[in-house]
């Protein structure tokens, strides 16, 4: 009886002991590698996978701990909105503020002034609308005035569900309202004889890609910087140039972390350090290597050749903020409805 | 009495019945329900604002249009199909068969990726119709020709083993009796498959409603012209519109319903007409 007792308890307490063991090498093991869940739009797929190499390395170095980086693409919008329906992204890097605006507000994840809390609008890298064309530009397009000519034919995909389109088309409501004697009505105007010439609306970015590039449908796909420099290089120099516009906007995409999910992932610090290494030279560096324009002006000039000049306004000059842009034209209602149904 | 009267061969009749509805609630009704729920939060006049702005009404036209067009079109080739497979035999046909199948089993981007690749002024076959003014891809045209595609399995496997059981002694007997060829099709072949027929259409219907993935591809989604109705519910996902969303996706839902209820009542009202004829 007393062997048989014995021998229960000390199989009990090493039971455990194991257990408590266990759970020790398992909590070092958690602690030692954090894993940062970076959500993000379509076109940044390849400059994160080539930061999150660089700042794994940093971090390492820096701190002697390993951190893992998973990468989540996909349009704006819909991005946004998995994060406000539960997926727990410690850092978003999104296409425009409104999308990052609306984690606060419909889900409070981050505070009112989240945008304010890192240099530059929070964004540390800027991108801009340019067009891109068949070689050779057949039809000659220099400027956004070219764009409501007859017979050219524009692809942008649908400013409603693609954040890359709704830059296209502010950018051309304030080229119109820029104009000597521009008004809102006369940029209403301009938008309007524009997408006359849209023959197809695809719903994101790539897809309209698609549609130029592999359909051949359009004489000017109206793109970010860094997917037309991309485009030009997966699909033959030989085939597309890159037309910059004299002016187009700053296209500023905004990062943050996101507090509530930081804190309870205890990844703060490094969710933190991730998005700060964004501005550093190492950071900027890869920034231009896919064509953003960096922030730090050393490594622009490293860039310089590949990232034309453009006289770039902002969305807070002609436009007062996103949330304004966005309830007066593409609202239900606003003025991307009116131009359809009142034809 | 009342026992007798109910006593079965095989009992459970209460377990399997309380197993259904569980499931069917927990599949089906709770996440439709969800939808009602979520706009039930709008008043009744900006529910109506929401769902009958032009640009929304446009999409139901379309949607429902060429949903109809298209079942319609597949009960016409469908039914062909089934005959021939099921009433000839052919080298190939096993092959024929399997193809049938096809587009349940394809992703439905793929099929409209092809589909676009296709008929694009620079595909296979829009290089041919394009000079001819018939443009499919990008227009409403090319919607039709996704939802027929993605449609045509219903019709097929719906009539094919209905026409499998129908002898062809049928037929004889109706020509014996001094039947013409045309009154054996009328009288005596489609008042059997018609029941059948229905329920393909209405599936092919139904699938094509709903249909996202393969039509985005082919239809330009142009305003007013070339919006589906699942389109308005994504745009206006994509604008945090919840509610609008739901309230868009109610109106899809009741209408369906409506119409595949009306669908199936006729289906019942054709069985009990063709069991008098047989």
């Known amino acids: 009886m007393t062997t048989v007792r014995l021998t229960r308890r000390a199989l009990a307490s090493a039971g455990v002991a194991a257990g408590i063991a266990l759970a020790a090498t398992a909590g070092v093991a958690w602690a030692q590698s954090v894993t940062l869940l970076n959500v993000s739009y379509d076109p940044t797929r390849e400059l994160y996978q080539d930061f999150n190499a660089a700042f794994?390395?940093?971090?390492?170095?820096?701190?002697?701990?390993?951190?893992?980086?998973?990468?989540?693409?996909?349009?704006?919008?819909?991005?946004?909105?998995?994060?406000?329906?539960?997926?727990?992204?410690?850092v978003v890097t999104l296409a425009l503020a409104y999308d990052i605006d609306a984690i606060h507000e419909r889900a409070k994840l981050i505070p009112a002034d989240w945008?304010?809390?890192?240099?530059?609008?929070?964004?540390?890298?800027?991108?801009?609308?340019?067009?891109?064309?068949?070689?050779?530009?057949?039809?000659?397009?220099?400027?956004?005035?070219?764009?409501?000519?007859?017979?050219?034919?524009?692809?942008?995909?649908?400013?409603?569900?693609?954040?890359?389109?709704?830059?296209?088309?502010?950018?051309?409501?304030?080229y119109a309202l820029r104009q000597p004697g521009g008004t809102e009505a006369s940029a209403k105007e301009f938008v309007t004889k524009l997408f006359k010439n849209v023959p197809v609306l695809d719903p994101a970015a790539r897809g309209a890609l698609t549609t130029f590039t592999e359909r051949g449908i359009g004489d000017v796909f109206l793109s970010w910087e860094n997917e037309a420099h991309l485009a030009t290089k997966e699909l033959g120099p030989d085939k597309y140039?890159?037309?910059?516009?004299?002016?187009?906007?700053?296209?500023?995409?905004?990062?943050?972390?996101?507090?509530?999910?930081?804190?309870?992932?205890?990844?703060?610090?490094?969710?933190?350090?991730?998005?700060?290494?964004?501005?550093s030279p190492e950071?900027?560096?890869?920034?231009?290597?896919?064509?953003?324009?960096?922030?730090d002006p050393k490594a622009a000039e490293k860039y310089k050749a590949q990232l034309s000049p453009v006289q770039l306004f902002t969305i807070d000059e002609v436009f007062g903020g996103w949330q304004k842009a966005q309830k007066t034209h593409f609202s239900d209602g606003g003025t991307f409805d009116q131009i359809y149904t009142k034809r | 009495m009342a026992a007798a009267i109910t006593r079965r061969v095989l009992?459970?009749?209460?377990?399997?019945?309380?197993?259904?509805?569980?499931?069917?609630?927990?599949?089906?009704?709770?996440?439709?329900?969800?939808?009602?729920?979520?706009?039930?939060?709008?008043?009744?006049?900006?529910?109506?604002?929401?769902?009958?702005?032009?640009?929304?009404?446009?999409?139901?036209?379309?949607?429902?249009g060429a949903s109809l067009l298209a079942a319609a079109i597949n009960v016409v080739f469908g039914v062909l199909l089934a005959w021939?497979?099921?009433?000839?035999?052919?080298?190939?046909?096993?092959?024929?068969?399997?193809?049938?199948?096809l587009p349940f089993a394809l992703p439905t981007a793929v099929a409209g990726i092809s589909l676009t690749a296709l008929y694009a002024k620079n595909g296979w076959l829009g290089q041919?119709?394009?000079?001819?003014?018939?443009?499919?891809?990008?227009?409403?045209?090319?919607?039709?020709?996704?939802?027929?595609?993605?449609?045509?399995?219903?019709?097929?496997?719906?009539?094919?083993?209905?026409?499998?059981?129908?002898?062809?002694?049928?037929?004889?007997?109706?020509?014996?009796?001094?039947?013409?060829?045309?009154q054996t099709v009328y009288r005596v072949v489609i008042p059997t498959l018609l029941p059948a027929i229905l329920t393909g259409f209405a599936?092919?219907?139904?699938?094509?409603?709903?249909?996202?993935?393969?039509?985005?591809?082919?239809?330009?989604?142009?305003?007013?012209?070339?919006e589906i109705t699942p389109l308005i519910i994504i745009t206006k996902l994509e604008q945090y519109d919840y509610v609008g969303a739901t309230a868009v996706a109610a109106v899809m839902l009741v209408a369906s319903f409506i119409l595949l209820l009306l669908i199936n009542a006729l289906q019942a009202w054709t069985r009990r007409s063709a069991r008098r004829i047989t």
């Open chain 2, 84 to 101: 021939s497979l099921v009433r000839y035999s052919f080298p190939g046909k096993k092959l024929i068969d399997a193809l049938v199948d």
């Open chain 1, 241 to 279: 140039d890159i037309i910059v516009p004299v002016s187009s906007i700053l296209a500023e995409p905004p990062v943050t972390i996101v507090d509530t999910n930081v804190d309870k992932q205890g990844t703060r610090e490094v969710a933190q350090a991730y998005l700060e290494y964004l501005y």
């Open chain 2, 128 to 182: 041919y119709l394009e000079p001819l003014g018939i443009k499919v891809a990008f227009t409403p045209l090319g919607v039709l020709v996704a939802l027929v595609f993605i449609g045509l399995p219903f019709v097929v496997r719906t009539v094919q083993p209905v026409l499998e059981d129908l002898d062809v002694e049928f037929e004889e007997a109706a020509a014996s009796l001094g039947a013409t060829r045309w």
């Open chain 1, 115 to 174: 945008q304010k809390r890192l240099p530059n609008n929070s964004s540390p890298y800027t991108s801009t609308i340019v067009f891109l064309v068949r070689k050779g530009n057949p039809k000659g397009i220099k400027d956004w005035g070219d764009l409501v000519k007859d017979g050219v034919q524009v692809v942008t995909p649908n400013p409603k569900t693609s954040g890359g389109a709704r830059w296209n088309y502010l950018a051309a409501w304030a």
């Open chain 2, 203 to 226: 599936l092919a219907f139904a699938r094509a409603v709903g249909e996202y993935g393969s039509v985005i591809f082919i239809a330009g989604n142009l305003p007013m012209v070339s």
């Open chain 1, 56 to 90: 794994i390395k940093h971090w390492k170095a820096k701190t002697g701990k390993d951190v893992a980086i998973k990468q989540s693409h996909g349009g704006s919008g819909k991005q946004g909105r998995s994060v406000i329906d539960g997926l727990p992204a410690d």
């Open chain 2, 11 to 64: 009992p459970g009749f209460g377990l399997s019945l309380g197993f259904t509805l569980a499931y069917l609630s927990l599949i089906v009704l709770v996440p439709l329900a969800a939808v009602f729920v979520k706009t039930a939060t709008l008043s009744f006049s900006e529910f109506w604002a929401i769902v009958s702005t032009p640009r929304v009404v446009a999409t139901y036209r379309l949607s429902f």
């Open chain 1, 283 to 295: 950071g900027q560096d890869i920034a231009g290597k896919h064509y953003y324009r960096p922030r």
